[in-house]
């Protein structure tokens, strides 16, 4: 049987499910993966919002594998900077590309840019302590918007409704609490283009909304519009039918006179940010459905007052040297995993999974069955990939020592797990993220 060692890109749960995936299905396989952040995890650390710990109970399951002494985990390590393709091939017989998406998409809308104007995946990436991210965010708006019908909407929605006393025994960290504890959000404005049965969001997280003593959830009820085709999609899916009926008890409820609200319009679209110099108010325009699952403008336009907006559109890839990008669908070009070229010929032994694969949309369990679809590609190909020049464990970390990096192994990240699970415990918190990259290479170390 042929040895491989193959490099995954990226420690989220795409690349570990990858390297669990290949390493039982191939005896004679070994892994590396390769993370430019000195934690593994990818956006279940640093995406999934700090109060849904039971989906970060998954990073259990992730940590087994990571385990796996057929496995290494090499953070603190950078595709692109630290490290180049070439470099790879030379010591791997296969590379993976799993490095997900971490941006904003864009909204081209007049007054986008002005202060006060955010990207979700900005915000985000404050909230849940991302070291690569200024460590204040500005919280002083009264009234916010949020554009966009997903469930990152949703949670920045919540994250900013919500007071920061019902975050306390969560993992954030200590700049956040005190940043969120800052906050003057009382009104949070979500803003839909479509109607109640074509949301993007997913009936537990909207229902979660109304979780918080201190958040009512208020539908308008102008925007609440079901067609025919909304009724086809309400009865044959039961995930929409769900929405649908959480909405619809929202709209009913009777307000409790709670501190905060989260305000969902329905059948508005984004026309312009106002404001002298930074953000007054955002300009909607109504709309209705079309009949076919899409909505079109209906020249009655709002003006909501607001002092900051958060566009939450949807997340985007990166383009990755020396790989091909396509800019349109913002993901690496590929069939079944296998990268294709410009030409559409599939790069011998390179492979893509996850978000970078498929675009930013999707659970962590469809990265599983990414994974499983490009390795199998991958153990299909084997007859075809070249040997590397240099095929030995060391030479990689050979090569990152003399180029100067300070890699950061999985015993090196458990030690700065426990540090944090221990600052945490310290509080009667859950955990407490470190955020500076210096400080967490220093607990790495011990
Ligand atoms: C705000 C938010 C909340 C979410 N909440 C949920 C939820 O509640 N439940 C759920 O099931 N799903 C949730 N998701 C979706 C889930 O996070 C994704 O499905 C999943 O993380 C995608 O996995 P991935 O491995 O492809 O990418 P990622 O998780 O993005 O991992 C990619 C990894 O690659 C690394 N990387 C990037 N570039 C490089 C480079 N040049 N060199 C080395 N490493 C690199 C990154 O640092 C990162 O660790 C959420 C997503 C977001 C954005």
């Known amino acids: 049987m042929r040895s491989i060692r193959a490099a995954v890109i990226g420690a989220g749960p795409a690349g570990i499910y990858a390297a669990d995936i290949l390493t039982k299905e191939y005896a004679a396989a070994e892994v590396d993966i390769i993370e430019r952040l000195p934690a593994p995890y990818g956006l279940v650390r640093y995406g999934v919002a700090p109060d849904h710990p039971r989906i970060k109970e998954i990073i259990k399951a992730l940590g087994r594998v990571l385990a796996n002494p057929r496995i290494r985990f090499l953070g603190n390590v950078d595709y692109g900077t630290d490290l180049k393709l070439a470099d790879l091939q ?15 998409r864009p909204l ?93 969001f997913s009936p537990m997280e909207l229902r979660e909304l109304s979780h918080s003593p201190s958040v009512d959830v208020l539908v308008e009820e102008d925007g ?13 899916n039961k995930g929409v039918r769900l929405v649908v009926d959480t909405l619809l008890k929202y709209l009913e409820a009777t307000p409790t006179e709670a501190p905060h609200r989260i305000h969902i319009h329905l059948c508005h679209a984004p026309i312009e940010l106002l404001g002298d110099g930074r953000v007054e108010a955002i300009r909607t325009e109504r709309t209705r459905l079309d009949g076919t699952g899409n909505a079109v403008g209906t020249g009655e ?24 990008f396509d800019h349109a669908a913002g993901v690496v070009p590929n069939e079944a995993g ?46 075809g990939i070249p040997a590397p020049e240099h095929p030995s464990r060391d030479g990689i970390i050979d090569h990152l020592v003399s180029r100067g990096v300070d890699v950061v192994t999985y015993e090196d990240w458990l030690r700065l797990d426990a540090h944090e699970l221990g600052l945490g415990e310290a509080e009667g918190r859950e955990r407490i993220k470190v955020v500076p990259r210096g400080e967490m290479l220093r607990a790495a170390r011990g």
């Open 90 to 104: 030379h010591y791997y017989d296969a590379v993976i590309v799993a490095t997900g998406a971490v941006a904003d």
């Open 224 to 236: 609440f519009q079901v067609d025919e085709a909304s009724q086809s999609t309400i009865s044959s």
């Open 108 to 200: 081209e809308i007049p007054g986008i840019d002005l202060p006060g104007s955010h990207g979700a995946a900005d915000f985000v990436s404050w909230y849940a302590g991302h070291p690569d991210v200024p460590r204040d965010w500005p919280l002083e708006a009264e009234s916010v918007a949020v554009i966009g019908a997903g469930n990152v909407g949703l949670d920045v929605a919540r994250m900013l409704a919500k007071p920061v006393e019902e975050q306390l025994t969560t993992e954030i960290a200590d700049n956040v609490r005190r940043g969120l504890a800052a906050n003057r959000a009382k009104d949070v404005h979500v803003f839909a283009r479509r109607g109640p049965a074509q949301v993007k």
């Open 301 to 324: 336009y709002v003006v909501t007052p607001v002092q900051a907006v958060y566009r939450a559109v949807g997340y985007l890839s990166t383009h990755l040297p020396d790989l091909p």
């Open 338 to 383: 296998r990268v294709l070229d410009l030409d559409g010929v599939a790069v011998p032994g390179v492979y893509a999974t996850g978000w970078i694969k498929r675009g930013p949309v999707g659970l962590i369990g469809h990265t599983k069955s990414d994974a499983a679809e490009t390795i199998r590609s991958l153990l299909d190909d084997l007859d």
